[in-house]
């Protein structure tokens, strides 16, 4: 059954403020005659409960979007999207209202000599490793997307444990095993690990449009190419670290964040947050247009695991629209081999007008994930 909901959007005309210039979106007067598969609802008024009875019931290997509609309320729950199940639209009624939460976290067994995890048994009860615990087994997010060409559009995604607890060990808002995946209007929140992108394959590319990502600790991490545009980076603690990638020599773009800013509560703004650190391999990330409400350490980035082959930022200004300078980026790396390396810290007019969405979104198969949004963004020149 196809149930139908009808969306009236008025003129709109919004404008984001950006590195000097203003960017503007209009949506024109139309009524969308929206129509849905199936419809969750908390309180059960839908067709479903829970967004996984939903999604298990959603037919496999779709060749188009296969829309569910959440309705406002509580899903205390972890979704899993399975590979046969392509083609799942979530689209939530309100992004603060509609929210998918669980508590679970990924530490190990407790140990007084560990160098990687903390000696913290209050995590430890809601590990996933914990044949104890009552999510013993269960996936090491509260959202797991392994089926291709998934959209989401006005949801909150929380990790209860790092938003509650303010503290690691890691706690996955969500994690991404697939390609042609993009999110709209959403919230995803934690403190470690918020966002771990995909690794499957090098090239495997992930849209992020206008959602407000939250988190202290390496909280958008992983491999492929993510192109994130008009969306809030928030910094929960002093000395916070922004992303985290590890992308192999095959990888053409890595992270790209675009007309994007980065913000933060009081104990980060102390100038030591740091846009990011190399987890593996030969990490790739660039922010471009950037407003830094916060300061930003001005070495910009810091050691961990590879060596980069590029670490930059462009054009970026602070909180009076200011530019920041560059000048002091960190250009030397470490990996964890002792091997020492250099990263491309600046980048010319020309190589940041190669970072466009044509290049890093569209591909070969002309994957267009704009068409899906309700306030489609304005085609940036």
Same mark, same amino acid.
Request: glycine share 6%; charged share 20%; hydrophobic share 35%.
């Given at each position: 059954?196809? *149930? ?6 008025? &003129? ?14 209009? @949506? ?7 129509? +849905? ?10 067709? +479903?409960?829970? $967004?996984?009875?939903? @999604? ?11 829309? @569910? ?18 083609? @799942?639209? &979530? =689209? ?52 797991? $997307? ?16 790092? &938003? ?9 808002? =969500? ?29 495997? *590319? ?12 390496? +909280? ?34 890595? +992270? ?25 391999? *030969? ?10 409400? =916060? ?74 994930? *704009? ?11």
């Amino acid at each position: 059954m196809i *149930r139908q909901i009808l969306v009236s959007i008025l &003129l709109t005309y919004v404008q984001f403020c950006n590195p000097f210039f203003c960017q503007a979106i209009t @949506i024109n007067t139309v009524a969308l005659d929206h129509s +849905y598969n199936v419809i969750v609802s908390a309180d059960g008024t839908g067709d +479903y409960k829970t $967004i996984q009875e939903a @999604i298990d019931d959603a037919p496999k290997y779709c060749s188009e979007p296969y829309r @569910i509609y959440v309705k406002n309320g509580d899903y205390n729950e972890v979704v899993t999207v399975s590979t046969e199940k392509r083609f @799942i639209h &979530l =689209i939530g009624q309100d992004k603060k209202n509609t929210r998918v939460h669980f508590k679970l976290n990924v530490q190990s067994l407790p140990k007084p000599d560990s160098k990687w995890y903390q000696t913290d048994t209050a995590a430890w009860k809601f590990s996933v490793h914990n044949p104890n615990a009552a999510v013993y087994r269960y996936p090491g997010a509260v959202v797991s $997307i392994n089926g291709d060409d998934f959209y989401a559009e006005n949801i909150s995604f929380i990790n209860d444990w790092g &938003l509650e607890q303010q503290s690691g060990p890691q706690a996955l808002a =969500i994690r991404i095993q697939a390609d042609r995946v993009a999110f709209s209007d959403c919230i995803f929140r934690s403190f470690q690990d918020t966002w771990m992108t995909s690794t499957r394959q090098p090239n495997d *590319r992930l849209y992020v449009y206008n959602c407000w990502i939250e988190g202290a600790v390496d +909280y958008f991490y992983g491999g492929g190419n993510a192109y994130v545009e008009h969306s809030t980076l928030y910094n929960v603690r002093s000395g916070s670290v922004i992303v985290a990638p590890s992308h192999k020599e095959e990888t053409k773009w890595g +992270y790209v964040f675009k007309y994007c800013t980065i913000d933060g509560n009081t104990a980060a703004a102390d100038g030591k947050v740091k846009l990011g650190r190399p987890w593996h391999d *030969r990490p790739k990330a660039v922010f471009l247009y950037t407003r830094m409400n =916060i300061p930003v350490a001005s070495e910009g980035w810091t050691d961990m695991g590879g060596i980069p082959q590029i670490f930059a930022d462009y054009k970026s200004i602070d909180a009076s629209g200011n530019a920041v300078g560059t000048e002091n980026r960190k250009t030397q790396f470490k990996n964890r081999n002792n091997e020492v390396g250099v990263s491309k810290a600046v980048i010319t007019d020309v190589e940041a007008s190669s970072y466009t969405y044509d290049k890093v979104i569209l591909g070969i198969d002309q994957w267009n994930p *704009r068409k899906f949004i309700s306030t489609k963004p304005q085609v940036w020149k």
